[in-house]
């Protein structure tokens, strides 16, 4: 059983086109973070949320953590090639000592 | 560049034998942490280390063991291969105990195990 569930898999757009990607759980959450992992490379910390209903922005990122801190979501404005890549969000378990990831979203921009 | 370096890069190796990979973690950072990332399972914390002490641990198969030494650099040994062992192999460090707002983990680039 998945403690986060990210959707969707797999997106494909067109260079340009706006998108969102979510991290869901059943769970509570002190404080979630979102990762790019691009191939050959590891995992790149994006942001870290950690109050219900925060927002950040990244350029072209908004990253928002849920007001129950259950779920996030990332949406990407104008998406452009470089933002190809694997979009994790993860979350601490046991005091911060282990980091547990969801499946993540490959996100493949096309031009 | 994160800073943490991991060797080999590539690694192919037979079913049965036994494979050291190497991770220095960044300047300043004491917390070394061991992830298995695969297509089916995704990435699996297996192991961490603070300070040259264990101090979590995950999914890790008794076949698989870790260290981190006094100058901090770390070690995972994967013994008696499996074709499932094949796998990214990535390493990751942080300045606190755990991973957390103030500490964040670095990851570096990993190792490509495969088992032929």
């Known amino acids: 059983t998945q403690l986060l569930e990210q959707s969707p898999q797999f997106l494909s757009i067109q260079e340009g086109e706006n998108l969102t990607v979510y991290c869901n759980s059943s769970s509570v959450f002190s404080s979630l973070q979102w990762y790019r992992q691009e191939p050959g490379e590891g995992p790149v910390l994006l942001v870290t949320?950690?109050?219900?209903?925060e927002v950040k922005k990244l350029k072209r990122l908004t990253f928002q953590f849920g007001d129950a801190r259950k779920d996030s979501s990332l949406h990407i404005t104008a998406a452009q090639p470089g933002d190809t890549g694997l979009y994790l969000c993860a979350f601490n378990m046991e005091y911060g000592n282990k980091l547990v990831f969801g499946a993540g979203t490959i996100l493949r921009v096309k031009s | 560049d994160s800073g943490v370096t991991q060797t080999p890069k590539h690694l192919i190796t037979a079913t049965g034998q036994r494979v050291t990979l190497r991770c220095s973690p960044r300047s300043g950072d004491l917390s070394v942490y061991w992830y298995q990332q695969s297509l089916d399972q995704g990435l699996q914390f297996l192991i961490q280390y603070y300070n040259g002490e264990e101090r979590a641990k995950g999914n890790i198969l008794e076949r698989f063991s870790a260290q981190q030494f006094p100058d901090l650099h770390s070690e995972l040994n994967l013994s008696s291969l499996e074709l499932g062992d094949s796998a990214l192999y990535f390493c990751?460090?942080?300045?606190?105990?755990?991973?957390?707002?103030?500490?964040?983990?670095?990851f570096g680039n990993g190792t490509r195990l495969t088992v032929t």
């Open positions: 949320v950690v109050t219900g209903g």
């Open positions: 990751a460090s942080s300045v606190g105990q755990g991973a957390s707002y103030n500490s964040p983990l670095h």
